[in-house]
T-cell receptor
Framework: AQSVTQPDIHITVSEGASLELRCNYSYGATPYLFWYVQSPGQGLQLLLKYFSGDTLVQGIKGFEAEFKRSQSSFNLRKPSVHWSDAAEYFCAVHTSGTYKYIFGTGTRLKVLA | GAGVSQSPSNKVTEKGKDVELRCDPISGHTALYWYRQSLGQGLEFLIYFQGNSAPDKSGLPSDRFSAERTGGSVSTLTIQRTQQEDSAVYLC?????????????FGPGTRLTVT
């Protein structure tokens, strides 16, 4: 069965530091991949998505993610974190042929001033 | 344009009572999803509707949970005889489907507290 793993439950970084959030998926074919962000008290907002083509995708708020087929990974990165990036981040997989999405359990990001 | 809306934003109910949660998706979106998010947990898929097809109910945790979507638009999630473990945030999302990139648009959620 398809699955998504976000191995880091909590991550703390200092403002201005770089960030990488890990996401691994289990699926036979190339899935559609997403990163969503959920700020406190808010709904989920799409940061970026990968369907095909260039394996490095750019998103909103200065985020990017790289699809690595050999590692079944889709890690989210940001070169310099801002205090407003403190939130929970979810990786999701959408398998072709259905409308079903599978979400990871999320990584909660704390940013130190 | 308007996004996905959900009502109520907060609901406190006594154990054993029934509750109805409403979702109004983005106009024209054919797919509608319900998820449950418990404290410290990820998103748990509950049910999805796609056009006129039979809904996928595989995520509903018990027969106390049901959902319907009227006229291909508004959806209602009903929880009968609520239990304390039903306390969670219930999220609704809609999607335009294959031709529009598959991404989901989420509502702000309904926080359900069962006392």
């Amino acid at each position: 069965a398809q699955s998504v793993t976000q191995p880091d439950i909590h991550i703390t970084v200092s403002e201005g530091a770089s960030l990488e959030l890990r996401c691994n998926y289990s699926y036979g074919a190339t899935p559609y991949l997403f990163w969503y962000v959920q700020s406190p008290g808010q709904g989920l907002q799409l940061l970026l998505k990968y369907f095909s083509g260039d394996t490095l995708v750019q998103g909103i708020k200065g985020f990017e993610a790289e699809f690595k087929r050999s590692q079944s990974s889709f890690n989210l990165r940001k070169p310099s974190v801002h205090w407003s990036d403190a939130a929970e981040y979810f990786c999701a997989v959408h398998t072709s042929g259905t409308y079903k999405y599978i979400f990871g359990t999320g990584t909660r990001l704390k940013v130190l001033a | 344009g308007a996004g996905v809306s959900q009502s109520p934003s907060n609901k406190v109910t006594e154990k054993g009572k029934d509750v109805e949660l409403r979702c109004d998706p983005i106009s024209g979106h054919t797919a509608l999803y319900w998820y449950r998010q418990s404290l410290g947990q990820g998103l748990e898929f509950l049910i999805y509707f796609q056009g006129n097809s039979a809904p996928d109910k595989s995520g509903l945790p018990s027969d106390r949970f049901s959902a319907e979507r009227t006229g291909g638009s508004v959806s209602t999630l009903t929880i009968q005889r609520t239990q304390q473990e039903d306390s969670a945030v219930y999220l609704c999302a809609s999607s335009g489907g294959q031709g529009r990139g598959y991404e989901q648009y989420f509502g702000p959620g309904t926080r359900l507290t069962v006392t």
